[in-house]
């Protein structure tokens, strides 16, 4: 048992490296002096002064900024609006087409997504003329979808977990729709949706592919900033970009973490305290 | 049900139904059409389905010039063929991982969970970048191995089957962790120790309970990393050797670069095809109805 639980962790040990080692080489990588990356020239914050001064860097993550915000806002309002119709109206027409299309999204390859609203677009600017051209509003309709489908899962899971006695109570004493939805259900699914903003945000801000097929001339986003600088080859300030994301993530994480422990452990204290209380 | 309540409910349902129906099937629709036209030298670069009189004018001839051109046989057959090895890594160094995690204390499995869930929350290109970093001719890797004289020269690694094996585990490990933690969190300890006091090892226990329990997981784990990996062109693309087929290589360069859009439409419609049967058990899969 002993020597089975160390294999277990040895193994989990090499997961977590495989997740972890590349970016830490690459944090390690964006404060060398050197423009080579396999001679080490010393520590030095040059690459990020060099990325922060770098006018195209800037426009690209102004432009994915903009779009993310956007895509993850409409994606959270459809998607909580698909999640809660998928666990809210029991049995309707349509069903099953509306779980196929909200689902289909999660996986779909971004390339076969990215081709077939490119087609869409283009016909519909030729049979109704909108939209005009391709730029930041087709970028943010093509994100807003997919975003739809994930925040869509993540209210639904949240809503199933639900103790729909709190919103019959509502019912009950007189309460009618939309406001036991405003007033009782949205507080308590909340931090699903924060969550699922959150998601759709970081999902529309990382994507390359799709962004790739509807974007028009002007409307370059990050990812396609960056991935047209990695295929020419390594550039150090992407180094300093890729290090400067993963402390926003990693910070933002931490915090996450440390709020879910603090709620668990009032959650817990509240729970004693009734109890104690009932004695 | 009031009248005003009807209508709000029909807005609930009618909103993101009219959205996806426009944005998400609608397109499928259209490819299909510009995978039946001809190409054209005009803008855009296909002809109308449809003559001046309505007479249909579409064809499946991109679709027989598919199975001529061996190039998208042999990338179809290879996208499949390697997503489903790299699911299978995934897999495997998922599941211990997932186990640990499951079978730790409260404390230590939220900052485990945290740490699974970090990377993928940051940029899969500037991971795929950090990747190439590491494996390089001049990457870490190498320069380590030479310095402390492990070989003589450097080690090819990128532009191989295996870099891009590297690729998809290292961006698809959180999606096949997650739904595989899921599941074994929900493992009965009691089952074990039963399963411990009737006399089984611990290998004997792993196959007929804990496995066994774990399957919707390793399901919806294993069709979460293949379906998307199968059209994966950005990891192909970058780690992957100027020769290596890929089925979503080849249709970005059927649309960027050759400008052939009836066949890069016919190739996403055979991709869709193929996807649409994993497709289908995912969706029915317990551990997506949230029934875990």
Redesign the interface.
């Known amino acids: 048992m002993r020597a089975g639980r160390l294999w277990l962790i040895l193994a989990a040990a090499f997961g977590f490296a495989v997740l972890y080692v590349p970016l830490i080489i690459l944090i390690i990588y964006s404060f060398n002096a050197s423009k080579l990356v396999s001679v080490w020239g010393g520590w030095s914050v040059r690459w990020y002064g060099e990325l922060l001064s770098n006018e195209q860097v800037l426009q690209a993550a102004w432009i994915s900024l903009q779009v993310a915000v956007m895509a993850a806002t409409i994606g959270t309002v459809l998607g909580t609006m698909t999640g809660y119709v998928l666990s809210r109206f029991g049995r309707f027409r349509l069903r099953l087409l509306l779980t196929g299309m909200a689902t289909a999204p999660l996986v779909m390859p971004d390339v076969v997504t990215g081709l077939s609203l490119l087609l869409l677009f283009i016909g519909m600017e030729q049979a109704i003329g909108w939209p005009a051209g391709r730029g930041m509003l087709t970028i943010v309709i093509a994100h807003a979808t997919f975003c739809l489908a994930f925040v869509a899962v993540i209210v639904q899971a949240r809503l199933t977990d639900f103790d729909r006695s709190i919103e019959e109570a509502a019912a009950d004493l007189g309460g009618r729709q939309p406001w036991i939805f405003l007033t009782v259900t949205l507080p308590v699914i909340a931090p699903a949706l924060v969550a699922g903003w959150l998601l759709a945000f970081t999902l529309s801000f990382d994507d390359l592919v799709i962004s790739s097929f509807v974007s028009g001339p002007g409307s370059s986003t990050l990812p396609m900033l960056v991935y047209s600088k990695v295929r020419l080859g390594v550039s150090p300030d992407i180094n300093a970009l890729g290090s400067l994301i993963v402390a926003v993530v990693a910070i933002g994480v931490t915090l996450a973490a440390l709020q879910m422990r603090w709620a668990e452990r009032r959650r817990i204290a509240d729970e004693q305290r009734a109890l104690s209380e009932e004695e | 049900m009031s009248r005003a ?1 009807r209508l ?2 029909t807005a ?2 009618g ?3 009219v ?3 426009v ?6 629709a ?2 299909l059409k ?1 995978s039946l036209s001809e190409p054209d030298i005009a803008q ?1 670069p296909y002809q109308p389905l449809f003559g001046e009189n309505w007479e249909y004018l579409g064809s499946f001839a991109n679709y027989v010039f598919l199975t001529e051109d061996t190039l998208y046989t042999t990338a179809y057959l290879n996208s499949i063929w390697m997503a489903a090895v790299a699911t299978l890594l995934c897999l495997l ?2 599941y ?2 997932a ?3 499951a079978r730790s204390r ?2 230590t499995r ?2 485990l969970l ?6 993928f ?14 494996l ?1 001719t ?3 890797i190498n ?1 380590v191995l030479l310095w402390l004289g492990v070989i003589s020269e450097p080690i090819q690694m990128m532009q191989t089957d295996f870099a891009v094996y ?1 690729g998809i ?2 961006t698809y ?2 999606l096949m ?1 997650l739904p595989l933690y899921a599941t074994l969190e929900k493992l009965d300890e009691t089952l074990l120790e039963a399963s411990a006091d009737l006399g089984a090892g ?1 290998i004997g226990t792993f196959w007929q309970i804990t496995l066994p329990i774990s399957l919707p997981g390793i399901l919806a784990g294993c ?2 990393v293949f ?2 990996a ?5 990891i192909p693309q ?1 780690m992957g050797g100027p020769d290596q087929l890929m089925i ?1 290589k080849v ?2 360069t059927e ?2 670069n050759n400008r052939d ?1 009836p066949v ?2 016919a190739i ?1 419609i055979a ?2 095809a193929f ?1 649409v049967i994993p ?1 289908m058990i ?2 029915n899969a317990p551990a ?1 109805r ?1 029934e875990v």
């Open positions: 309540r709000g409910r609930v349902l909103v993101p139904f959205w996806l129906l944005f998400f099937l609608l397109p499928f259209v490819v510009v855009p160094i998922a211990p991982m186990y640990l995690i409260p404390a939220l900052t945290m740490m699974v869930v970090l990377p929350w940051t940029s899969s290109l500037l991971r795929i970048y950090a990747l190439i970093g590491l390089n001049t990457g870490f320069t590297a585990v290292m490990l959180p962790i611990g069709l979460l379906i998307p199968v059209g994966e062109f950005v970058l979503g249709l970005w649309y960027f859009w890069a439409s996403a991709m869709l996807l497709f995912l969706r997506m949230g």
